[in-house]
């Protein structure tokens, strides 16, 4: 709210992190398998690192 750093994409990448959580959770309660435990947990990690890069942008005022 302060940065005035709020926009569609910012929304969309958290809401995407938000699922890839539910996902990682999901399957370490149905299954816990492993490999596509960590595929979902680095895909979150992913997004989580793009939505601070454009936060950092954003704030530099490059976009």
Sequence with gaps: FVTNGVNYLTLTLMWLFIVTRYIHAWVHL???????????????????LLAWIW?????????
């Design 30 to 48: 149905d299954g816990n398998y492993v490999p596509h435990r960590t595929g979902v947990f680095f895909l979150g990690a992913g997004v989580l």
């Design 55 to 63: 936060f950092a942008l954003h704030l530099l005022g490059v976009v």
